[in-house]
Each structure stands twice: as C-alpha cells, then as structure tokens.
C-alpha cells in the first residue's frame, strides 16, 4: 500500500467520526457556527492558515507549501437542509426536521477528510491547496468572497 494511502487507511476511525458528527448536528444555512468551528479548529490542527467569517460562517483553510504559485481550491457546502431524517441509523441527526444531505451525501465533509493528507501529494510540495467551507449551498459562488472584502486572503 502506497503511504499516502496508508496515511488515509490510518485515520478512517478519525474521518467516519467527523461525518458522523457532523450528520448529527446539522445547521441550516447561515447559522453553521458549530461546524464553521468543528472545521477551522481541525484544520488549524492540521497546520492550516484559516480565515473565518466569509459570508458569515464560511472558512477557508491554505496549506502554504514552497514557492509555488499555483492554487487548488476544494470547497464543500457545509449548511444543512430542512428535511426530516427518517434513516434510523445511530448518528441520525439530533435535530427534527434538519439533515446533512446531499446527492452524494459526503459533500460537508469531502475536502476536510482528506485535508491531513493532502499535502504529502507530489503536487502540494511546492503549491497552495485551498479548502473551503461555505454557507448556503445554492448562493452564487463569488458572493460569499464579495461580501467580505475587507477579509483579506493571499489570491
């Protein structure tokens, strides 16, 4: 097995219990403080540099790597939907009427499970990987960074 994917086979326990927590303590858009904070503080552990308040509860975590110029950017929504959970299942939401939902039902968690290993892919040696947790899924894509001029990200 190669070592990033041992890295990743090694912290499975981790990543099933952060989408498992985040499945029960879903938060409608616009008021995720709790996973804002669940999502800055793994990523400040991680190393990362996060910028917090973009669009209200948006976070954004930059892994600075070399000299490299280049940027990837991996954003997840991170609000919930107003839908009742009927799954039953033992990280249901604590939460009537509100769910972690999405087609593919990994989308809040996607770019921050793979956050701790991103960095050791050849690509990220000299580059800057950019994860993104935003508010309000079906918002226009630059009206979260457009209401915050004043917070500044390195472009």
Known sequence: MSTLLSAMHARADAF???RRDIHQ???IGFKEFRTSDLVAERLQRLG???TR???GTGVVGQLKRGSGTRRL???ADMDAL????TTGLPYASNYAGTIHYSVSQQAPRQPFTGSGTLCVVRFFAKNTPRLIGRSERNLH???MLNQNKDKQINH
């Open 53 to 55: 308040g973009l669009g």
């Open 73 to 75: 950017g991996l954003r």
């Open 25 to 27: 303590h879903p938060e």
């Open 48 to 50: 990362y540099e996060v």
């Open 82 to 85: 107003p839908i009742h959970e």
């Open 16 to 18: 099933t219990a952060l």
């Open 141 to 143: 894509n630059g009206k």
